[in-house]
């Protein structure tokens, strides 16, 4: 199974400054109050003691992009639409309950499960974008949103990524 990205990560403050530059913007909230970062665990079953199979999320990366939504399933669970499922169930719920009024999923061009996820999710193409390590990826978005410039420029570690680069190599960034 390919590992769709490595986004180096690797200490605990890598980790807090991932998470402290991800909280969601109140703009993006239709005025209601942010969660912050919205991450929640995908069970098999209704009851949280049932086994944990994945995850979703929706991060605020950039101020520029709207927060983009991700998920991942364990692989011996994918194929059997629990991306999907949940991912209609909490796309509604960040509606319904922030007030979340943009929303895209970042993909790589050759994760066609996550595109097609997108896509069963209610998600249209929108565009692009390019990662801090220079591979395009493909922009799904809410419809009648705004389509992405190809050409914009995004770090996964948010607006802090070159501080969360630095710690991981040591360098100054000059």
Same mark, same amino acid.
């Given at each position: 199974?390919?590992?769709?990205?490595?986004?180096?990560?690797?200490?605990?403050?890598?980790?807090?400054?991932?998470?402290?530059?991800?909280?969601?913007?109140?703009?993006?909230?239709?005025?209601?109050?942010?969660?912050?970062?919205?991450?929640?665990?995908?069970?098999?079953?209704?009851?949280?003691?049932?086994?944990?199979?994945? #995850?979703?999320?929706?991060?605020?990366? =950039?101020?520029? &992009?709207?927060?983009? *939504? +991700?998920? !991942?399933?364990?692989?011996?669970?994918?194929?059997?639409?629990?991306?999907?499922?949940?991912?209609?169930?909490?796309?509604?719920?960040?509606?319904?309950?922030?007030?979340?009024?943009?929303?895209?999923?970042? #993909?790589?061009?050759?994760?066609?499960? =996550?595109?097609? &996820?997108?896509?069963? *999710? +209610?998600? !249209?193409?929108?565009g692009g974008i390019i990662g801090e390590d220079g591979i395009p990826r493909r922009v799904f978005m809410?419809?009648?949103?705004?389509?992405?410039?190809?050409?914009?420029?995004?770090?996964?570690?948010?607006?802090?990524?070159?501080?969360?680069?630095e710690m991981s190599t040591g360098s100054s960034g000059l």
């Open positions: 199974m390919e590992v769709q990205g490595d986004f180096g990560i690797h200490t605990h403050e890598q980790l807090k400054a991932l998470s402290n530059n991800m909280l969601l913007s109140p703009s993006f909230c239709g005025g209601k109050v942010s969660p912050g970062m919205a991450a929640y665990n995908i069970h098999l079953g209704s009851s949280s003691l049932d086994p944990m199979i994945g #995850v979703l999320s929706l991060a605020q990366r =950039s101020q520029t &992009v709207p927060p983009d *939504i +991700g998920w !991942v399933v364990m692989h011996q669970h994918a194929g059997h639409g629990y991306a999907t499922e949940a991912g209609k169930e909490f796309f509604k719920y960040m509606i319904e309950e922030y007030g979340v009024t943009e929303m895209v999923a970042i #993909v790589k061009p050759t994760n066609v499960v =996550s595109i097609k &996820v997108a896509e069963k *999710i +209610g998600f !249209v193409e929108g809410l419809k009648g949103m705004k389509k992405i410039d190809p050409d914009t420029r995004i770090n996964f570690h948010g607006e802090e990524g070159e501080k969360i680069k």
